[in-house]
């Protein structure tokens, strides 16, 4: 995993980059006009892009409106199967123990006319990897290993890892392609791509439209135009669309008002409490354990949830390569958690000291009230939980190293695992060095580098093995819900989202609607 001076670093070059983005001003190719239009889909997000620099698609704000549609990676992968399909590299294979070498599609032209090649590949793996602009899938994807990339001619690019990764193609899926032109040094705000759509305007704070490609080579989407807004409150994202102001509107809750237009799906997200072990009350295990005791996860989800949910027990879904299905989601035991807790404090452990709560604004419909409920279980356990609501920036300040130093935190987390691999949640999340982890032990971390190096069914059982040692072992998280979304669609759009729209939202794939309203 990566040092702390180079997460310190990512970390600060990251928040100048979004500073930058939200001063700056609109880019207009044609008149900012987005009258109703029946070849144009208009969109409406819970936020604004934070940014569209396509190494931080990995960001659930950025990822829907870049990947795929702006940019295109090598490799995608197919989110209803989880096979690996071919999309500017043609093939790839395992050449040594250490290098894949991968074949690039011949005839594809960026949208300012020129060609891709191998060269281009090479640039994008090494801006995204090997650089220090602060790539969010640097860090979600790669961590520190540093890569050997080479262009060995114009359709041949081979990658070299440092150690054996048996996953790598799976890894270079989450690469965006830019051109060699691209700045080297720092983010972008308007990227150059392959993709179906080109950034036509943004005008910050109103709107981002895109537009279609010319110099795109394969096929024509149906809809010329995507023009993107942002409405914080889902039950206005979803008036949006009963009201005829809005093709799609996402992130909706089940009484945000929706009604015959939502569509439910599995959207690969889990929510979960991340404990901060090493800061007492927090760091007895027996503390922890009474905190995932006092999580009413039926509870929240029927009455919360309105039922789009399922109960959890670990921090991947049912598609993820590792899930363990014979691990059950821990019991509502508040009588239990309040002996445990009378355990601690009789040992001497500080239960009554103060615990920050953190939740973030919008992160899910009903949030504040699912954080609410939790506070009160806490209490009548014995503890003293105090709630703070965040925004994006803010909580993010707590979700990833270098961790704040101010005492115990309980982070309401959602968990999105887009590779459909286990390793990227363990690297993340159950690493004690772990990039968005806050505790953990050397025989655990060498349990997941166990896993790391297996293939095949072997993988599958031994990450399955780490998934049910977590809160036997550590306990560091108390897994609330794998959830459900909803999506309003009019009636003029045939999509069907699946377990990746929250994460990338491609507009090739949505088409205009038979007369019989099949879609």
């Known amino acids: 995993m990566q040092p702390a001076s180079r997460r310190t670093l990512r970390a600060v070059v990251a928040a100048a980059a979004v500073a930058a983005l939200a001063t700056g001003c ?41 990947r795929s549609n702006i940019t295109e990676p090598l490799i995608e992968r197919n ?12 093939s790839w294979e395992q050449t040594s ?12 032209k960026f949208s300012d006319g020129t060609t891709f090649d191998a060269e281009d590949a090479a640039f994008s793996i090494n801006r995204t990897i090997n650089s220090s602009i602060g790539c969010e899938v640097d860090g979600y994807v790669f961590g520190d290993d540093e890569l050997v990339v080479e262009a060995t001619d114009p359709a041949t690019v081979t ?37 179906p759509y080109l950034v036509d305007y943004w005008d910050a704070g109103q ?79 027996r503390v922890r354990e009474a905190i995932d005791l006092s999580v009413n996860r039926d509870g929240i989800i029927k009455a919360l949830f309105r039922g789009l949910g399922d109960p959890a027990s670990q921090l991947v879904g049912p598609s993820i390569v590792g899930f363990n299905d014979e691990i059950t989601p821990t019991p509502y035991d508040l009588n239990r958690a309040k002996e445990l807790v009378a355990e601690a404090k009789a040992d001497g452990v500080p239960v009554d000291k103060q615990i920050k709560l953190i939740g973030r604004t919008g992160m899910f419909p009903k ?8 506070q009160n279980s806490l209490d009548q356990a014995g503890l003293n939980v105090k ?25 309401m987390i959602q968990h999105g695992n887009q590779a459909g691999d286990a390793q990227f949640t363990a690297e993340q999340y159950l690493l004690s060095d772990g990039y968005q982890s806050t505790y953990g032990t050397a025989a655990f971390d060498r349990e ?50 699946n377990s990746a729209t929250g994460d990338e939202m491609r507009l090739a794939e949505m088409t205009q609607a038979t007369a019989s309203g099949n879609d």
């Open 159 to 195: 990658v070299t890892t440092p150690t054996p990764d048996p996953i790598l193609p799976l890894r270079i899926s989450f690469i965006e392609m830019v051109p060699a032109t691209t700045d080297a040094g720092d983010k972008v705000r308007i990227p150059i791509g392959t993709g």
């Open 387 to 411: 709630i703070e609501m965040m925004d994006t920036s803010g909580q993010m300040l707590y979700q990833i190293r270098p961790f704040p130093d101010e005492g115990p935190v309980i982070l």
């Open 448 to 497: 997941i580098e166990n896993a790391q190096e297996q293939i095949g069914d072997a993988r599958q059982d031994a990450f399955a093995e780490v998934l049910a040692d977590e809160p036997r072992l550590i306990r560091q998280y108390a897994y609330i819900a794998h959830m459900n979304a909803v999506l309003a669609k009019a009636p003029t759009v045939a999509y069907q989202p």
């Open 79 to 90: 989110p209803d199967s989880g096979d690996l399909e071919p999309k500017l590299a043609d």
């Open 367 to 374: 949030i504040n009230e699912t954080i609410e409920v939790i």
């Open 97 to 108: 123990p250490n290098t894949w070498t991968f074949r690039i599609h011949q005839g594809v």
């Open 207 to 285: 709107k981002l439209a895109l537009a279609l490609n010319p110099e795109y080579s394969g096929p024509t989407p149906e809809y010329t135009r995507a023009v993107y807004q942002w409405r914080t409150e889902g039950s206005v994202r979803a008036a949006m669309v009963t009201n005829d102001e809005a093709e799609i509107a996402t992130y909706l809750g089940p009484e945000d008002g929706a009604g015959d237009l939502g569509v439910s799906y599995p959207n690969n997200e889990t929510t979960a409490l991340r404990m901060q072990a090493d800061e007492p009350p927090l760091d007895d295990y």
């Open 26 to 66: 609109s880019v207009a190719n044609t008149t900012q006009t987005d009258a109703a239009d029946p070849d144009t889909l208009r969109i409406v997000l819970p936020q604004e892009p934070p940014t569209l620099e396509p190494c931080d698609a990995s960001l659930t704000a950025t990822g829907p409106v870049v």
